[in-house]
DNA sequence: ATTACTAGTAGACGAGTAA
DNA sequence: TTTACTCGTCTACTAGTAA
């Protein structure tokens, strides 16, 4: 289907027209679809060839409806954008493995963290965390994820040590179940620590400095 | 906008081209816009010249990807399109009252403001704005609301400063009549800031991290 | 005011082809 | 294979104008 068709049809369908005959002359249409009267003229009547509108001659002023082809047409154009902007539940990071410095591990393995992971996230996390570099152009996705609920996992009390709350955002590298944590109170950086049931460097066979890419459900 | 730029930028998001580089040569992008390769390498180099599309040119294939004027543009037709098949006279937004910076109210009460709202809306605001932030599930429909006519409220200068154009759109908080007004150059953000002739925390027994609940007319 | 014809023109398209 | 140039054709547009 031609996309001026559908263009004209939009319009047409944003006055009305898909409910009821709008009073439209080829001067307005012009003027919406940025053409001169003649040629909205012309439009009004191709479309009216390929049965996609009709048409109620009045003595002063036409006015125009979409019949069940045309508003099937632009439907179809409306599911298309459905699909792009409403099945985009996924975030795709791509980054470095990097060295942590080690204290990610030892927050994770507390049994203060454990309990909840396991009962939240459905896995009991490996003791230890994978750090993932974000690379540059990504690092404004990590807003997104910052800004989405995830999985809550409560703070606590341990050994005279206060452990703050993090929140668990489900992922996946390589189809490999695991989830990304993020302490509530962290600065904004381009590392992220990511919990799995397994040994992620030996499971996937990476090491610091491979790139991988991790989706992020949101 | 042309209709046909939307319609390639369309194809090419539901190829991926809105998170990341594409592989797509210009034998592909013309199978989907039903026309010659030559036309759609045409094409090509036409939404890169709109700054619409970015390309990253490999040995054998290009890859591509929509820039954020490109995204925008068919975002806009996407909100057309949910203004068409969503026809709700009204949205309903939800949020947590939230701090402001204290700033939103410092414009309003610019007499510049002052005397169009009251002409606009019907009502004199209180010196002041409620900020709400608006849950993540409801921030794709504030797209609605900025793509939909509302109230404009001129800019103007003032003691050598200059107010931009805002725009308003009428609301209802509980029954209570307010309005919601977006500059016209704001950036995105999930906080609306309200005005009402009333004080709002003060009438309604509300106060920061209350979730309240707006109706918008559009 | 409308709608819509004709005529002339600018631009969109595809074929052929180079790199 | 790619991308993208030139060039000829043909379509799509607008201006002028009739009804």
Redesign the pocket.
């Known amino acids: 289907m031609?996309s001026?068709y559908t263009f004209a049809l939009r319009k047409i369908a944003m006055l009305g027209g898909i409910e009821d005959y709008v009073v439209?002359?080829?001067?307005?249409l012009?003027e919406a679809l940025?053409?001169?009267?003649?040629?909205?003229?012309?439009?009004?009547?191709e479309l009216l060839d390929e049965k996609l509108i009709v048409r109620d001659?009045g003595a002063?002023?036409?006015r125009i409806k979409l019949t069940p082809k045309g508003v099937e047409e632009i439907k179809q154009e409306y599911s298309e954008y459905r699909r792009i902007f409403e099945v985009d539940d996924q975030i795709n990071l791509r980054g470095v493995i990097t060295d942590g410095m080690g204290e990610g591990g030892y927050y994770i393995c507390q049994i203060g963290y454990m309990t909840q992971f396991e009962e939240k996230l459905g896995f009991k996390p490996y003791e230890g965390t994978l750090n993932i570099t974000i690379d540059r152009e990504d690092i404004s996705k990590l807003d997104i994820i910052r800004s989405s609920p995830g999985e809550t996992i409560y703070g606590f009390s341990s050994e005279g040590r206060s452990f703050g709350k993090v929140v668990a955002h489900k992922a996946k590298i390589k189809s490999i179940e695991c989830a990304v944590v993020i302490p509530e109170r962290s600065h904004y950086d381009n590392v992220i620590e990511v919990v799995c049931q397994y040994h992620l460097r030996r499971t996937l066979s990476i090491g610091n400095g491979d790139h991988v890419e991790i989706k992020i459900k949101v």
Chains 1, 2 share one sequence.
């Open positions: 031609d001026k439209l002359s080829s001067r307005e012009g940025e053409m001169s009267q003649q040629s909205a003229s012309k439009r009004i009547l001659m002063r002023k036409q």
